[in-house]
């Protein structure tokens, strides 16, 4: 049984590491339509929460929504209003002399068993009114897990679309000289916190790659001296060869139900093609036939198609075919060249790396191919991961000697750099955690 939950009712999440209790809110009359091409941000008012830990808390909650682009957190010394009791009904007035159009409150307390309690109430300034409060018990380890599930409830309400802070990056850790740079595996939460290794160094790793099932990731690994495909359990570091191919191996991707891993494979010929393989009988089934280079496959979210790059057409483009291969139809036609395309969790996008006039340019299409548009430019920047609510984009950007991560969300306008301790590169974005 797993020690931490998403939010839950307590009746359903009784000895659970993490709990929660939801009092039902009054209808929201305050709303943040994020499918309007300009957003403006808004001003939220988030003031340190009562209790030992309140200020932490509160302060992660601040730059999760931050973050996103969405909310402008009002500055603290603007705040008239000073929140004695967080459960108590606030001035509203004082509030809106700042502009505040939202106001959290909420507090953290040690319980008797030693677990915290930490609770919030969101207030619609305008309306007068409270539109959410919950409730959640964790213990210590995972007091930052507690203020991202807070930061995702007030999201998702003031938005109506889920959020991401709950989730975890995996990505290559970089450290050393160039010409030896030690890559290991890593994972961190995504505001880049908690950060821990999944593997030692002394193999080069790549492409790691979230199953849906969020415990586990599909990576390659040069131990061999041959790229190899790897499974790997997060939590118990148990590990086992996806196959022994002959050739070369690259790009392996989950299927959604996390059933089947797809690949691009380079035979002797010169060729490389994608296969599919079953992850529990081990059979591989072929789905493109190429004399080109036919390369990153990645499946569609209900799983019926699969979008992958190939210069068949005489430089790379970006290609969508039924997930058994069938009606191989390209649908990007601009200048340059297409790389790692890969389908937002949405299904209404695709996200591609792109290589043009000596720039590479981060950007999304529609899955046929219309409405292109280039979110982020730069000198050597690749490897585009979604997160799991489809707003939000994280790649690496070669920056003062290797890599770095950041991420933009879909206007282009909010781009962010993620803090890591060493160089980083290959993010891959977990889905919500539970």
Request: charged residues 20%; glycine residues 10%; hydrophobic residues 40%.
């Amino acid at each position: 049984m797993k020690s931490i939950l998403k939010p839950l009712l307590m009746v359903a999440a009784m000895a659970m590491g993490m709990n929660a209790v939801v009092t039902l809110p009054a209808r929201a009359t305050l709303e943040l339509n994020v499918n309007k091409g300009n957003v403006e941000p808004m001003p939220i008012a988030i003031p340190d929460f009562q209790g030992g830990l309140g200020a932490q808390i509160s302060e992660i909650v601040t730059a999760d929504l931050k973050r996103s682009g969405l909310f402008a957190p009002i500055d603290k010394n603007a705040f008239i209003e000073k929140i004695a009791n967080p459960d108590a009904q606030p001035r509203f007035d004082d509030w809106k002399v700042i502009n505040a159009q939202a106001l959290v409150t909420g507090s953290v307390s040690k319980e008797a068993d030693g677990r915290i309690r930490a609770q919030y109430r969101l207030w619609d300034i305008f309306g007068n009114q409270q539109i959410a409060g919950e409730q959640f018990f964790a213990n210590d380890a995972n007091q930052r897990r507690v203020a991202h599930i807070i930061a995702d409830a007030i999201y998702e309400k003031l938005t109506g679309e889920k959020g991401y802070f709950d989730t975890r990056v995996v990505f290559i850790d970089e450290s050393g000289a160039k010409n030896a740079r030690k890559k290991r595996l890593a994972i961190m939460d995504q505001d880049g916190a908690n950060v821990r290794y999944l593997s030692d160094g002394r193999s080069i790793v790549l492409t790691p790659r979230f199953s849906p099932n969020r415990q586990e990731i599909t990576y390659m690994s040069y131990e061999s001296g041959q790229p190899r495909v790897y499974l790997l359990q997060i939590e118990t570091g148990q590990r086992e060869l996806v196959g022994n191919f002959p050739g070369m191996t690259f790009a392996p991707r989950f299927s959604p139900d996390g059933q089947k891993v797809i690949m691009s494979l380079l035979r002797d010929d010169g060729n490389s093609n994608i296969f599919a393989m079953d992850l529990r009988s081990r059979s591989t089934t072929r789905l493109t036939n190429s004399t080109a280079i036919d390369t990153s496959p990645s499946y569609s979210p209900d799983g019926s198609k699969v979008v992958f790059t190939s210069d068949r057409g005489g430089r790379a483009q970006i290609y969508v075919m039924g997930a058994d291969g069938s009606g191989q139809t390209r649908i990007s036609f601009g200048d340059g060249v297409y790389s790692p395309p890969v389908w937002s969790p949405r299904g209404d996008l695709v996200a591609f790396t792109k290589q043009t006039g000596g720039e590479f340019q981060i950007g999304v299409m529609k899955t046929d191919g219309s409405g292109e548009r280039i979110l982020s430019s730069g000198f050597q920047q690749e490897g585009p991961t979604w997160a799991p609510n489809g707003r939000v984009l994280m790649f690496f950007r070669d920056s003062a000697g290797g890599p770095k991560l950041v991420s933009v969300d879909l206007t282009g306008r909010n781009e962010q750099s993620i803090p890591t301790a060493n160089f980083a590169s290959d993010p891959a974005w977990s889905p919500l955690l539970e």
